[in-house]
């Protein structure tokens, strides 16, 4: 089991910035595809991106791409995501996730990951 707390959510304008950190409990971090998804009102929750457990191999959605950067820090258990210019469609509650995995690679399948956090609220106004 990875034990994920997400924080760093919070209401912005469009054009800010804001940098999400999660927070994992455990060994097992290290060991762990990591990614964020999100979840907009009405829609179903779609990725954002996933890095391997090294950080070597990250992946961005196109829709994030330029924007936001993914970025992990296993020495803290950290998994972070920097979001640039947000837009109102990014408003969001965005979680993290962990898939244990033998291999340093990344996962963008939302059923591979088995560990999730309880989310943090993104709202971008104009």
């Known amino acids: 089991q990875v034990q994920l707390v997400e924080s760093g959510g919070g209401l912005v304008q469009a054009g800010d910035s804001l940098t999400l950190s999660c927070t994992s409990s455990?060994?097992?971090?290290?060991?762990?595809?990591m990614a964020w998804f999100r979840q907009s009102p009405g829609k179903n929750r779609e990725l954002v991106g996933s890095i391997s457990k090294s950080g070597a191999r990250a992946y961005l959605v196109d829709s994030v791409k330029g924007r936001f950067t993914i970025s992990r820090d296993n020495a803290k258990n950290t998994l972070y995501l920097q979001m640039n210019i947000l837009k109102i469609d990014d408003t969001a509650v965005y979680y993290c996730?962990?898939?244990?995995?033998?291999?340093?690679?990344?996962?963008?399948?939302?059923?591979?990951?088995?560990?999730w956090g309880q989310g943090t609220q993104v709202t971008v106004s104009s």
């Open positions: 996730a962990a898939d244990v995995k033998p291999w340093d690679t990344i996962t963008i399948i939302e059923g591979d990951y088995d560990n």
């Open positions: 455990g060994r097992l971090f290290s060991s762990s595809t």
